[in-house]
C-alpha cells in the first residue's frame, strides 16, 4: 500500500490498512487515488485527510475503474479539494500542462521515459506514435537534440503537447501532428531512425504502420500488456507474440516496465531492425 494512502487511513481514523485495492498517483497538485472497498463517507474523510498531510496536494478524485477506451482515460470523481483537473507536472526538469481527466498521463513512468530520451540522439528522426501531451517526446528533444515527430489522436492532448512544447523550449526541434496513428505512411513519406510505440494495450496492432516508416537499422520501443504472472513468464509470452509479429533479421531485448495488474506485466522491447 503506498505511504501516503496508509498515512491518510491512519490519520483520518477510518483504519483498514489490510484492504489491498487502494493506490494514489500525484499529478502535479492532483492526487488520484483507488479506493474501492471503502464507502463514500470513508473515501471522502480519507481524501480530506491526505489533502491535510499533504500540503502541495489541492484537489483529490477518486479514479472508478481502470484506465479506458481509445484515449486511455481516468473515471474520475471528485473527492476533496479543488474541482479541477487542470495541472502543472514537472518531471525529469520539464513541465508538462496537464488534464487529468481529458487525456492519459502517469507518473510512473518517469524513470522509462528518461531512459529512451537518453538512448535518442543529437538529429536523430524520432517519431512517437502515441504522444500524449509529451512526456517521452519533449524529453528526447531537450535532453537529446532530437527530432521529433509526434502523433496523437485526441485534440485536447495534442493542444497540450504544443503549449508544453512552448513551455520547455523545445518548438523548434518538436512537431505535433493531430490524427490516427494507423494513417502515417498515407500522411507522409518521412522515414525515422527511432520509433515510439506507447500504447501497451494496443501496440501489436500499430506494428505494421511503424514497419512501414521505419528506417533500415531503425530502433522500436515497443510497449505491450503481457499476461504473466512474473517477469518470466511475461517475457515469454512477448517473446511469442514478436516472433509472429517482426521482420527477418530484426533483433529485440525486452525488460519489464512495471506492473500493471495481478496477472499482467508492461514489457518494452527494444527492437533493432536489420540496416
Ligand atoms: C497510453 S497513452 C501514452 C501517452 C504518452 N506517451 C504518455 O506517456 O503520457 C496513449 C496515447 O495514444 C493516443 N492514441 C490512441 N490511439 C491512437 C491512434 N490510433 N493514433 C494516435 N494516437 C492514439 C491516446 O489518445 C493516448 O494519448
Known amino acids: 500500500m503506498p505511504r501516503l494512502i496508509r498515512e491518510a487511513l491512519e490519520s483520518s481514523g477510518v483504519g483498514g490498512q489490510d484492504r489491498v485495492s487502494t493506490g494514489v498517483d500525484v499529478v502535479g497538485d492532483i492526487a488520484i487515488v483507488r479506493l474501492a472497498s471503502f464507502g463514500t463517507r470513508e473515501k471522502r474523510r480519507?481524501?480530506?485527510?491526505?489533502?491535510?498531510?499533504?500540503?502541495?496536494?489541492?484537489?483529490?478524485?477518486?479514479?472508478?475503474?481502470?484506465i479506458e477506451g481509445e484515449l486511455r482515460l481516468r473515471r474520475l470523481r471528485h473527492l476533496a479539494g479543488e474541482k479541477r483537473t487542470a495541472t502543472v507536472h514537472r518531471e525529469n526538469g520539464c513541465a508538462y500542462r496537464v488534464d487529468v481527466a481529458g487525456?492519459?498521463?502517469?507518473?510512473?513512468?518517469?524513470?522509462?521515459?528518461?531512459?529512451?530520451?537518453?538512448?535518442?540522439?543529437?538529429?536523430?528522426?524520432?517519431?512517437?506514435?502515441?504522444?500524449g501531451v509529451g512526456p517521452f517526446s519533449i524529453p528526447a528533444a531537450r535532453l537529446s537534440g532530437s527530432r521529433v515527430t509526434s502523433w496523437e489522436i485526441s485534440p485536447l492532448a495534442c493542444g497540450l503537447h504544443e503549449e508544453n512544447d512552448k513551455l520547455n523550449r523545445v518548438g523548434r526541434l518538436?512537431?505535433?501532428?493531430?490524427?490516427?496513428?494507423?494513417?502515417?505512411s498515407e500522411a507522409s513519406n518521412a522515414r525515422y531512425d527511432r520509433i515510439l510505440m506507447p500504447l501497451?494495450?494496443?501496440?501489436?496492432?500499430?506494428?505494421?504502420?511503424?514497419?512501414?516508416?521505419?528506417?533500415?537499422?531503425?530502433?522500436?520501443?515497443?510497449y505491450r500488456h503481457v499476461l504473466g504472472r512474473d517477469e518470466a513468464e511475461a517475457e515469454?509470452?512477448?517473446?511469442?507474440?514478436?516472433?509472429?509479429?517482426?521482420?527477418?533479421?530484426?533483433?529485440?531485448?525486452?525488460?519489464?516496465?512495471?506492473?500493471?495488474?495481478?496477472?499482467?506485466?508492461?514489457?518494452?522491447?527494444?527492437?533493432?531492425?536489420?540496416?
Open 46 to 66: 480519507i481524501a480530506a485527510s491526505l489533502m491535510e498531510r499533504t500540503k502541495n496536494v489541492r484537489a483529490v478524485f477518486e479514479q472508478e475503474g481502470g
Open 103 to 131: 487525456c492519459y498521463f502517469s507518473p510512473r513512468l518517469a524513470t522509462e521515459r528518461l531512459r529512451v530520451a537518453r538512448l535518442a540522439g543529437p538529429g536523430e528522426r524520432v517519431l512517437n506514435m502515441f504522444a
Open 174 to 184: 518538436v512537431k505535433v501532428v493531430e490524427g490516427d496513428a494507423s494513417e502515417l
Open 200 to 222: 501497451p494495450s494496443r501496440s501489436n496492432e500499430f506494428l505494421p504502420a511503424a514497419l512501414g516508416v521505419a528506417d533500415k537499422g531503425a530502433t522500436l520501443h515497443y
Open 236 to 275: 515469454a509470452n512477448l517473446a511469442e507474440e514478436l516472433a509472429e509479429l517482426l521482420p527477418r533479421g530484426a533483433k529485440y531485448a525486452a525488460r519489464r516496465v512495471r506492473f500493471v495488474g495481478p496477472r499482467w506485466v508492461e514489457m518494452v522491447a527494444d527492437v533493432k531492425l536489420a540496416g
